[in-house]
């Protein structure tokens, strides 16, 4: 079935500095999704992209999809306590019509 | 708060008992998604109903079943639990059918298995 591998795994950084996931997939994708996970909560739908190269920004959060549409980054500037959880994405491709979540990179900021 | 609601917030039993989790979808939305979250295995996908009919199947077991009924709550049925069944489970909802739409989560069922 479709794999979508996450890394890091693991990020920790100091207050201010900057951050970075990546979601990359062996098959093309038609779309992928990024979530938020805070500690103890539950995954909240940040942002979805489709289209090849695709980049979109949210304050200081910038999402990109590769043009192979077989990857993407999810960006965090200036990184804030606020910023801590597990960010996973989650692909679909071709005829596959749910969902393959990474296993997620958790950040972790020192004030 | 996503408008989605999940009942009970935990549950411990003892293996090879059955539960019941139950999900009620934001107001509006047709389809809810089951979703079993576990640390080695991170967030997997369980089975998708929309409009009180199945639509998708991921990683669900045999011993595992759901329904979603016509007041589109849905129910997932968990038997002869194993102790690897210990895990938090989550109900996502949306508005369509499609895997594009938006997912919201529930706060989830932390099912724990003695």
């Known amino acids: 079935g479709q794999q979508v591998m996450q890394i890091p795994q693991y990020q920790h950084v100091q207050e201010g500095e900057d951050f970075t996931t990546y979601c990359n997939s062996s098959?093309?994708?038609?779309?992928i999704q990024w979530y938020k996970q805070r500690p103890g909560g539950h995954p909240v739908f940040l942002i979805q992209l489709v289209k090849s190269g695709e980049v979109k920004k949210q304050k200081r959060l910038t999402f990109q999809f590769g043009e192979a549409k077989k990857n993407s980054s999810l960006h965090i500037t200036a990184t804030q306590t606020t910023d801590v959880g597990t960010y996973f994405c989650?692909?679909?491709?071709?005829?596959?019509?749910?969902?393959?979540f990474g296993k997620g990179t958790l950040l972790t900021v020192n004030p | 708060d996503s408008g989605v609601t999940q009942t009970p917030k935990h549950l411990i039993t003892a293996t090879g008992q059955r539960v019941t989790l139950r999900c009620s979808p934001r107001?509006?939305?047709?389809?809810v998604y089951w979703y079993q979250q576990s640390l080695d295995q991170g967030l997997q996908f369980l089975i998708q109903y929309y409009n009180g009919e199945e639509r998708a199947k991921g990683n669900i077991l045999e011993r595992f079943s759901a329904q979603q009924f016509p007041d589109l709550h849905s129910e997932l049925n968990l038997s002869s639990l194993e102790l690897g069944d210990s895990a938090l489970y989550f109900c996502?909802?949306?508005?369509?059918?499609?895997?594009?739409?938006?997912?919201?989560f529930g706060p989830g069922t932390r099912l724990t298995v003695l």
């Open positions: 107001s509006g939305d047709l389809s």
């Open positions: 996502a909802s949306s508005a369509g059918w499609s895997v594009t739409d938006t997912q919201y």
């Open positions: 989650a692909a679909s491709g071709g005829s596959n019509y749910k969902l393959t």
């Open positions: 098959t093309t994708l038609s779309n």
